[in-house]
């Protein structure tokens, strides 16, 4: 390349650095990714699944995959699996739960379907000091539970999070679920080497993650969980993981991922091109939670650094990579202008050169997921292809971000309506008693005045609880 560009090289330094750079911070990842190391099983654990674990699951559609996903969650012995689901579908998944486990599993239901408020109503019937969300496709290994728990052994640990693999849904993946693939390998990379290096991360993925309940039983977080808002008028209803992430970062509570054979879980994704909507709505939900991190709460900036700096390197990714087919394009055409009149004496193989590049450098970022699926290295130019098709949808995703629909599940109405229809009134929740070591036990709906935080555990045997009244109904409160 050097010699297809001598008479203008001084042209080609500045994407020269951008690469150099680019591939530079790649390597740190690995790096860091190679020395992380996931917390070990304690020989006599805080938290045991029997005793202080509830799965929730709020779904409107499950199949017959829950079956399979049900059955390796009960292996980890939790005390409870709730299903939340809407109230047209109590019956379906009643006969599900029953012919799973009857015993362990109980189906709730909300009056309309709204994921949020889904979760917080399985909340609301907690009575663990864990709680463990779940997608109802989500298929774990025995070992997950207990090597999730481990990392609740820190009491500064508020949230939990796994690696992740792809299930087909078939007998063999389609080009869409080895996109998917693809896509979750990088991420193991990127969520193992950013914990290792500030502990932080962006997001702890919904298809599992497990968090302290007490966290989540805070009146303030229920609120604002359930009446989260993108621009203050865009009532949002996925996003619910970016929701909770920000809200370890912001309350103090530190979060990990357990990166480990022991606590990898299998989840399907959409085997044909509706996978592409979930990407749409994954990458407006990504825009948003960061564009908040970074410059709305900021907490991030001290918290996790090298995780803000990710974030901001996602904000101008699309454009440098859409630069470079770009710049080949231009100096191609300016290879057909004679030298004399500015042109470049650039041959037609640069394009060869560049495509063999791409094809070089996108299989080195796959080797990890390469090296137990090598069938998989035709997809690769359909992954470079994708690259492209993704960074023009994340300008189409932040030019639309005021779009907050489901996008692929049928049966999601109108977010507001069924907040109204939550607030409006609902069952009491069941008694719950916190079991955190050195803390008192203390009744559902007593909290203390400030939303709990790590700092304050050591001190609650000394605050008085108090029956916390709806937000709406506190003195000063405007919505």
Request: one cysteine or more; glycine letters at 6%.
């Amino acid at each position: 390349m050097l010699r297809l560009t001598s008479d203008h090289f001084p042209v080609f330094v500045p994407f020269g650095v951008i690469g150099f750079y680019r591939y530079l911070w790649y390597l740190i990842r690995i790096a860091a990714s190679l020395t992380y190391r996931p917390v070990p099983l304690p020989e006599n654990p805080t938290y045991i699944a029997e005793e202080d674990v509830t799965i929730i699951v709020p779904t409107i559609d499950a199949g017959e995959e829950f079956k399979e996903a049900a059955h390796s969650w009960l292996v980890g012995k939790p005390k409870e699996i709730l299903i939340i689901t809407e109230e047209k579908m109590l019956g379906p998944l009643q006969e599900l739960a029953n012919a799973v486990d009857p015993e362990r599993i109980r189906v709730l239901t909300v009056p309309f379907a709204n994921k949020r408020l889904q979760m917080s109503h399985g909340i609301k019937n907690t009575t663990t000091d864990i709680i463990v969300f779940a997608d109802d496709d989500a298929i774990w290994p025995p070992t997950l539970l207990p090597y999730t728990l481990a990392c609740f052994e820190d009491q500064k640990v508020g949230g939990v999070g796994t690696s992740q693999r792809v299930q087909p849904v078939g007998d063999r993946m389609t080009v869409w679920e080895v996109l998917a693939a693809f896509r979750l390998s990088i991420r193991n990379i990127e969520i193992a080497s950013s914990t290792h290096i500030d502990g932080g991360l962006p997001c702890l993925s919904g298809r599992t993650a497990a968090y302290r309940t007490v966290i989540l039983k805070d009146p303030e977080f229920l609120h604002g969980f359930t009446h989260d808002y993108w621009l203050g008028k865009y009532q949002l209803n996925s996003g619910d993981d970016k929701f909770l992430t920000r809200w370890m970062v912001s309350h103090g509570w530190s979060t990990y991922v357990q990166c480990c054979k022991e606590a990898e879980l299998l989840s399907t994704m959409k085997p044909n091109w509706r996978f592409l909507k979930q990407v749409l709505r994954w990458t407006r939900n990504t825009w948003r939670s960061d564009l908040r991190s970074l410059f709305m709460e900021r907490h991030i900036w001290t918290s996790h650094p090298y995780v803000a700096y990710t974030m901001v390197d996602k904000l101008f990714n699309p454009f440098t990579l859409l630069a470079g087919p770009f710049f080949v394009g231009y100096v191609v055409y300016k290879s057909t202008i004679p030298l004399d009149k500015g042109g470049y004496h650039l041959p037609w193989n640069v394009i060869v050169s560049y495509f063999v590049w791409l094809l070089a450098t996108r299989t080195a970022k796959l080797l990890p997921h390469l090296w137990h699926r090598p069938q998989d290295v035709i997809h690769v130019p359909a992954f470079i292809l994708f690259g492209y098709y993704f960074s023009v949808m994340k300008i189409y995703a932040l030019l639309t971000l005021h779009e907050t629909g489901w996008g692929t599940r049928a049966g999601i109405g109108d977010a507001r309506a069924a907040t109204a229809a939550a607030d409006a009134g609902g069952p009491p929740a069941e008694g719950y008693t916190e079991k955190l070591p050195g803390t008192p036990s203390y009744p559902q709906n007593q909290y203390p005045s400030q939303p709990y935080s790590p700092q304050q555990q050591q001190s609650y045997s000394q605050q008085q609880y108090y029956q916390q009244p709806p937000l709406e109904m506190q003195e000063g409160y405007a919505r």
